[in-house]
């Protein structure tokens, strides 16, 4: 059925259920199991008069993203080895991480991404967005969506 499955995970609770379900599924399928973590674009922050704002230098926020992904893609990591499998994981920086998670599915020649939903509807999904739908709208590759 599924040979290799792409899981994406921000570090979340939700985002940890999707892997064990990915997990699972890989188990059933003898199918490998790929990781990802998309780290946002460093933006500068902007000044206004009169606005204090204590920002980040690019250093440290690689920093700080490199630390929140790695621990992260720790959790595939360590559901993998429970459930007796092997994961390739690694961290991704783009502005839009639906494209990255798309991407690495791609290049990784993923035929399944298994992924989060935060289950966001009417004004909030409008507002916020959700990468989950972009990834499902824009994605040739089929994605199962866990909530």
Same mark, same amino acid.
Request: include cysteine; hydrophobic fraction near 40%; proline fraction near 4%.
């Given at each position: ?17 999707? /892997?064990?379900?990915?997990?699972? !599924? @890989? ?5 490998? /199991?790929?990781?990802?973590? =998309? ?26 993203? $490199? ?7 720790? =959790? ?8 007796? !499998? $092997? ?13 990255? /998670? /798309? ?9 399944? %991404?298994?992924? @989060? ?5 009417? !004004?909030?999904? *409008? *507002? ?12 040739? %590759?089929?994605?199962? =969506?866990?909530?």
């Amino acid at each position: 059925m599924y040979k290799h499955i792409l899981v994406p995970t921000d570090g979340s609770k939700l985002s940890a259920k999707a /892997i064990r379900a990915a997990m699972r !599924l @890989a188990k059933t399928c003898s199918a490998r /199991i790929s990781g990802v973590y =998309v780290v946002s674009s460093y933006v500068p922050p902007l000044y206004a008069e009169g606005t204090i704002y204590g920002g980040l230098s690019p250093r440290n926020y690689r920093e700080l993203q $490199h630390k929140e992904a790695k621990k992260a893609l720790a =959790v595939i990591d360590i559901e993998a080895q429970t459930s007796g !499998l $092997h994961a390739s994981t690694m961290s991704v920086t783009a502005e839009q991480p639906w494209k990255a /998670i /798309i991407g690495a599915a791609r290049s990784r020649k993923c035929d399944l %991404i298994v992924m @989060a939903s935060h289950g966001r509807r009417g !004004l909030s999904a *409008l *507002l916020l967005g959700s990468e989950t739908t972009k990834v499902l709208t824009h994605s040739k %590759i089929p994605v199962l =969506v866990c909530r």
